[in-house]
């Protein structure tokens, strides 16, 4: 039987901060950062939400959906780059708190924006391998932008999860990575905020391994870019996966779904997969779904999925994608500042 | 002094040169010229390279051994400095060294690799054309000297802000047919006054951008040149300098040094400003390129603003100026962009420019360094000298 997501779950935290909001603290033209990034508003966490908050209640949604006891869940890889600790995994804690604990493999993963998907291509291994029946795969940041930095007004927070097994609402009909040694964007151990290179992230780096993805993704599956029905890339802004899909000839109207990153942000390792769980929501049985995620460092994960008859029976047994973005309460800068604790001694 | 003349010219694309190193680029662009000129490496007798920051920007320095090594010339290789001038200092040397006789054949190249380094410290490094005690020291950055030039006219003589904005547009839709220039797409005034602002009344469109690129050229002596399939001749040169800082000089609206350099070379070329039938002027911000037209004589002092309102500098107009794009559209790898002028000048006369004119006879280039402390002039023909 075909391997594949058998449930999916998101979660976006509900506090939001306006562009126009952060702007007006480093005088910056709200309208001209808002076109150019194609951003409005951003997610924030609550000052007790993290990484594993947010996993756990991803992973709860896509246990509901999967309709199976997180007891059956063999192995769970979040992929983060906001783990709260850095010795002592994420991992352990989500897996006791959905009951997955002790007969189950953990380990937290790390590579920038795409760690979610690598934990999606390492659990759907397994399972085709024999060695699990359900792995649980995880993509969650609550990520750090400087204050005044560009990446300020887009680093948000947010997080997706994924059950891999067999009877899947979505099957996994191919994967691979494009991966290169690229420094584009790095944050050293320590350090509160991360580092980047500036126009460097966009063509040699983003571009480059997002399209080296896809187009190794499409030599391989013989598919052609048209041949699919809806296309989630990685956002690191609203204007990247755009252009990207307009390089591909994909039709902006495949894309516009799953762009939530308008409304949210950047949520980083939970991007690309909740930019899927918003497609998951309302494709038919029978679509096909183009995936690829980006990571600085760096790298580009793709896949080809199709969505099953299962859909329909399960994708209702757990809140929508939308409804957490529409789910929302504005803070002020200040607020934002405290909740994030940018304030130091 | 002899008769010289450019038989060869190559260069990269200007732009993002994320793949490339410095010396990549020396390589490409300088066999290329090679390639161009019919010749071999073996025949060149000098090499001259003009950069300006190669130690900041890419932590090499003693470029003229690299490029002399990279490209299999073991002959006397020396490097030229002038800031943004650098590239026509080399230009100039060469042309000395073959017309005094000292050597019949020689290889100009221009390179600067300046996307290894983060923006902020592109702009510090290019502060230090600027006076480091003086200007640099306070904060002053090129966009910030340009932009108390471009005030001082605006307040002086009532040069609007959208005559500034004409010159960037006129760059941009000269660029378009350029396969060399880093932008190739056109520009409206309103997008030029819709820009983020830089240094103000400057704004993004004004400024040229930050660009990997090399270009080169090969010249020879009249003797050998004459056997060439396409020589265009080097006429004349001139050089002048000023003061280093800003604030020193008499004006802040008009360059000695361009002037200085400007009659020198008309001298030799024996030609008047006004046989000209184009000119690659300096618009590293669009400021620079009126005050430029005022300072070669091609309009009174202040009028700069009006001469371009009224199409002077079109394609089809009075005088073309930056047929290719110039440093806005074309892009401006600083050590690279005085050699780039003088190539594009040489496409010019020689039939074979992206954006022909009809038969040319006469060109030339202005190369500023600084804000206006150093300005080198040379002057082209399609004939030789009599």
Same mark, same amino acid.
């Given at each position: 039987?075909?391997?594949?997501?058998?449930?999916?779950?998101?979660?976006?935290?509900?506090?939001?901060?306006?562009?126009?909001?952060?702007?007006?603290?480093?005088?910056?033209?709200?309208?001209?950062?808002?076109?150019?990034?194609?951003?409005?508003?951003?997610?924030?966490?609550?000052?007790?939400?993290?990484?594993?908050?947010?996993?756990?209640?991803?992973?709860?949604?896509?246990?509901?959906?999967?309709?199976?006891?997180?007891?059956?869940?063999?192995?769970?890889?979040?992929?983060?780059?906001?783990?709260?600790?850095?010795?002592?995994?994420?991992?352990?804690?989500?897996?006791?708190?959905?009951?997955?604990?002790?007969?189950?493999?953990?380990?937290?993963?790390?590579?920038?924006?795409?760690?979610?998907?690598?934990?999606?291509?390492?659990?759907?291994?397994? +399972?085709?391998?024999?060695?699990?029946?359900?792995?649980?795969?995880?993509?969650?940041?609550?990520?750090?932008?400087?204050?005044?930095?560009?990446?300020?007004?887009?680093?948000?927070?947010?997080?997706?999860?994924?059950?891999?097994?067999?009877?899947?609402?979505?099957?996994?009909?191919?994967?691979?990575?494009?991966?290169?040694?690229?420094?584009?964007?790095?944050?050293?151990?320590?350090?509160?905020?991360?580092?980047?290179?500036?126009?460097?992230?966009?063509?040699?780096?983003?571009?480059?391994?997002?399209?080296?993805?896809?187009?190794?993704?499409?030599?391989?599956?013989?598919?052609?870019?048209?041949?699919?029905?809806?296309?989630?890339?990685?956002?690191?802004?609203?204007?990247?996966?755009?252009?990207?899909?307009?390089?591909?000839?994909?039709?902006?109207?495949?894309?516009?779904?799953?762009?939530?990153?308008?409304?949210?942000?950047?949520?980083?390792?939970?991007?690309?997969?909740?930019?899927?769980?918003?497609?998951?929501?309302?494709?038919?049985?029978?679509?096909?779904?183009?995936?690829?995620?980006?990571?600085?460092?760096?790298?580009?994960?793709?896949?080809?999925?199709?969505?099953?008859?299962?859909?329909?029976?399960?994708?209702?047994?757990?809140?929508?994608?939308?409804?957490?973005?529409?789910?929302?309460?504005?803070?002020?800068?200040?607020?934002?500042?405290?909740?994030?604790?940018?304030?130091?001694? | 002094?002899?008769?010289?003349?450019?038989?060869?010219?190559?260069?990269?694309?200007?732009?993002?040169?994320?793949?490339?190193?410095?010396?990549?680029?020396?390589?490409?662009?300088?066999?290329?010229?090679?390639?161009?000129?019919?010749?071999?490496?073996?025949?060149?007798?000098?090499?001259?390279?003009?950069?300006?920051?190669?130690?900041?920007?890419?932590?090499?320095?003693?470029?003229?051994?690299?490029?002399?090594?990279?490209?299999?010339?073991?002959?006397?290789?020396?490097?030229?400095?002038?800031?943004?001038?650098?590239?026509?200092?080399?230009?100039?040397?060469?042309?000395?060294?073959?017309?005094?006789?000292?050597?019949?054949?020689?290889?100009?190249?221009?390179?600067?690799?300046?996307?290894?380094?983060?923006?902020?410290?592109?702009?510090?490094?290019?502060?230090?054309?600027?006076?480091?005690?003086?200007?640099?020291?306070?904060?002053?950055?090129?966009?910030?000297?340009?932009?108390?030039?471009?005030?001082?006219?605006?307040?002086?003589?009532?040069?609007?802000?959208?005559?500034?904005?004409?010159?960037?547009?006129?760059?941009?839709?000269?660029?378009?047919?350029?396969?060399?220039?880093?932008?190739?797409?056109?520009?409206?005034?309103?997008?030029?006054?819709?820009?983020?602002?830089?240094?103000?009344?400057?704004?993004?469109?004004?400024?040229?951008?930050?660009?990997?690129?090399?270009?080169?050229?090969?010249?020879?002596?009249?003797?050998?040149?004459?056997?060439?399939?396409?020589? +265009?001749?080097?006429?004349?040169?001139?050089?002048?300098?000023?003061?280093?800082?800003?604030?020193?000089?008499?004006?802040?609206?008009?360059?000695?040094?361009?002037?200085?350099?400007?009659?020198?070379?008309?001298?030799?070329?024996?030609?008047?400003?006004?046989?000209?039938?184009?000119?690659?002027?300096?618009?590293?911000?669009?400021?620079?390129?009126?005050?430029?037209?005022?300072?070669?004589?091609?309009?009174?002092?202040?009028?700069?603003?009006?001469?371009?309102?009224?199409?002077?500098?079109?394609?089809?107009?009075?005088?073309?100026?930056?047929?290719?794009?110039?440093?806005?559209?074309?892009?401006?790898?600083?050590?690279?962009?005085?050699?780039?002028?003088?190539?594009?000048?040489?496409?010019?006369?020689?039939?074979?420019?992206?954006?022909?004119?009809?038969?040319?006879?006469?060109?030339?280039?202005?190369?500023?360094?600084?804000?206006?402390?150093?300005?080198?002039?040379?002057?082209?023909?399609?004939?030789?000298?009599?």
């Amino acid at each position: 039987m075909n391997v594949g997501i058998v449930g999916y779950g998101a979660y976006v935290p509900r506090f939001r901060i306006k562009v126009e909001e952060i702007a007006k603290v480093w005088n910056g033209n709200a309208q001209a950062i808002k076109e150019g990034l194609f951003v409005e508003e951003k997610s924030v966490p609550d000052g007790d939400e993290d990484t594993i908050t947010i996993s756990v209640e991803a992973a709860r949604n896509a246990l509901a959906r999967a309709g199976i006891p997180g007891s059956k869940i063999g192995a769970l890889y979040i992929g983060s780059e906001s783990h709260p600790y850095a010795v002592k995994p994420s991992g352990t804690v989500v897996a006791e708190a959905i009951g997955a604990v002790p007969n189950v493999m953990v380990a937290d993963f790390e590579f920038a924006c795409k760690a979610g998907t690598a934990a999606m291509q390492v659990c759907s291994a397994l +399972v085709r391998a024999g060695d699990i029946e359900y792995g649980m795969a995880i993509g969650a940041d609550t990520s750090q932008g400087r204050p005044g930095d560009a990446l300020e007004y887009t680093a948000s927070a947010g997080g997706a999860a994924f059950v891999i097994g067999r009877d899947p609402l979505a099957t996994i009909d191919a994967t691979c990575s494009f991966t290169t040694d690229t420094p584009d964007f790095w944050r050293r151990e320590g350090r509160d905020y991360p580092s980047h290179g500036a126009r460097f992230t966009g063509e040699p780096a983003y571009f480059t391994h997002l399209l080296g993805a896809v187009n190794m993704l499409l030599e391989k599956t013989k598919m052609s870019a048209k041949d699919f029905d809806y296309v989630a890339f990685h956002t690191p802004n609203g204007k990247f996966p755009l252009r990207a899909a307009k390089m591909l000839g994909i039709d902006k109207e495949k894309l516009m779904p799953g762009l939530i990153v308008t409304k949210i942000g950047n949520t980083y390792s939970g991007a690309s997969p909740l930019a899927l769980t918003a497609l998951l929501d309302i494709a038919k049985p029978g679509q096909k779904i183009l995936m690829c995620s980006y990571g600085s460092g760096a790298g580009g994960d793709a896949f080809a999925l199709t969505v099953t008859d299962r859909i329909e029976e399960r994708r209702n047994k757990a809140p929508s994608t939308m409804s957490y973005v529409n789910k929302k309460h504005y803070v002020d800068y200040g607020t934002y500042v405290k909740l994030r604790r940018k304030l130091k001694e | 002094m002899r008769n010289v003349a450019v038989v060869g010219v190559g260069q990269t694309k200007f732009g993002e040169h994320w793949d490339k190193s410095i010396r990549d680029m020396i390589i490409e662009a300088g066999l290329a010229a090679v390639r161009d000129a019919k010749i071999e490496r073996g025949d060149v007798q000098s090499l001259f390279i003009g950069c300006m920051s190669s130690g900041r920007y890419a932590g090499q320095e003693h470029l003229g051994a690299l490029a002399a090594d990279s490209l299999g010339m073991r002959v006397p290789a020396t490097r030229f400095e002038g800031a943004c001038a650098s590239g026509s200092l080399a230009f100039r040397n060469a042309y000395v060294d073959v017309a005094s006789g000292r050597h019949d054949c020689a290889i100009v190249i221009g390179a600067e690799k300046m996307t290894d380094v983060k923006g902020p410290e592109a702009i510090t490094s290019l502060a230090a054309a600027g006076d480091q005690e003086w200007e640099a020291a306070i904060g002053l950055t090129f966009a910030g000297l340009y932009a108390l030039m471009a005030r001082k006219h605006m307040n002086d003589f009532g040069t609007t802000r959208e005559q500034l904005a004409m010159v960037s547009v006129n760059n941009h839709k000269n660029g378009v047919a350029n396969k060399n220039a880093q932008f190739r797409m056109p520009i409206s005034v309103d997008d030029v006054l819709k820009s983020s602002i830089v240094a103000d009344p400057l704004r993004l469109l004004d400024c040229s951008p930050i660009t990997d690129g090399a270009a080169a050229l090969v010249i020879m002596s009249e003797n050998l040149a004459k056997k060439a399939a396409n020589p +265009v001749w080097i006429l004349g040169s001139g050089q002048g300098s000023d003061t280093i800082a800003l604030h020193d000089r008499a004006s802040f609206t008009e360059m000695a040094a361009t002037r200085t350099a400007a009659k020198e070379a008309l001298s030799e070329a024996k030609i008047n400003i006004n046989d000209l039938n184009m000119i690659e002027v300096h618009d590293c911000f669009s400021i620079n390129e009126i005050i430029a037209l005022e300072d070669l004589g091609f309009c009174e002092k202040g009028k700069g603003g009006r001469f371009v309102e009224d199409g002077n500098i079109d394609i089809n107009g009075k005088i073309p100026v930056n047929t290719t794009g110039g440093l806005k559209a074309g892009g401006h790898p600083v050590g690279a962009t005085g050699v780039r002028q003088a190539i594009d000048i040489v496409r010019q006369l020689r039939g074979d420019s992206c954006n022909q004119l009809k038969n040319p006879l006469y060109g030339m280039n202005l190369n500023v360094g600084g804000s206006g402390a150093t300005a080198v002039v040379n002057i082209f023909g399609r004939e030789m000298k009599q």
